[in-house]
């Protein structure tokens, strides 16, 4: 199975800071079709995961434009423009490319 | 506006089963992939089962296969999933979630497997 390996495991920052958060796989996300499925969740306390990004780069609908992705290949990051306070929870990559499904272990954002 | 309600969880013996149910609603439900993804207590996310818009497709986490299946039931909007032989470490939240991306998800339904 791929493995995807989230750094750093726990980011602490202050509102307004930019910070990125690092997912790299142990295998090429690139599929034949020329997509690569990596996408990005967040779990704020208490709740579901959301997605807001997938397809590496692609902001999902209502998801403010300060969070950015990119990427390619093994190497993909998330990055905040700026952390405002409803943005703290545990980040997840999650990749489709390669059968079965699987999730990186998840950054956990605080407030410094 | 789209909605995902699971339901059947509880407290079961090891070496039991149980149904899990996720209603879904506000968006064609037989036009989507759907899946059952799971959250040990203080733990990240892990995958569980897939299945396609037809059924035609289904697949599973190696840690779960033979001992559960999904199905759907799209006239009733109804994903479900049927765990046997359950284990300890079946101990989680389960939460269903529209196709990859997983760009929907419900609230979650607790499953406790101990004696």
């Known amino acids: 199975d791929v493995v995807l390996t989230q750094t750093p495991p726990t980011l602490s920052a202050t509102i307004g800071q930019s910070v990125s958060i690092s997912c790299r796989s142990s295998?090429?996300?690139?599929?034949?079709?020329?997509?690569?499925?990596l996408h990005w969740l967040l779990q704020r306390p208490g709740q579901s995961p959301q997605l807001l990004i997938y397809?590496?780069?692609r902001l999902e609908s209502g998801v403010p434009n300060r969070f950015s992705g990119s990427g390619s290949g093994t190497d993909f990051t998330l990055k905040i423009s700026g952390v405002e306070a409803e943005d703290l929870g545990v980040y997840y990559c999650v990749q489709g490319t390669h059968a079965p499904n699987t999730f990186g272990a998840g950054t956990k954002l605080e407030l410094k | 506006e789209v909605q995902l309600v699971e339901s059947g969880g509880g407290l079961v013996q090891p070496g039991r089963s149980l149904k899990l149910s996720c209603l879904a609603s506000?968006?064609?439900?037989?036009?989507?992939?759907m899946n059952w993804i799971r959250q040990a207590p203080g733990k990240g996310l892990e995958w569980v089962a897939s299945?396609?818009?037809?059924?035609?497709?289904?697949y599973y986490a190696d840690t779960v296969k033979g001992r559960f299946t999904i199905s759907r039931d799209n006239a009733k909007n109804t994903l479900y999933l049927q765990m046997t032989s359950l284990r300890s470490e079946d101990t989680a939240l389960y939460y269903c979630a529209r196709r990859p991306p997983f760009d929907y998800w419900g609230q979650g339904v607790m499953v406790t497997v101990s004696s």
């Open positions: 295998q090429s996300l690139l599929h034949s079709n020329g997509n690569t499925y």
């Open positions: 299945i396609s818009s037809s059924s035609s497709y289904i």
């Open positions: 506000g968006f064609t439900f037989s036009n989507y992939g």
């Open positions: 397809l590496v780069s």
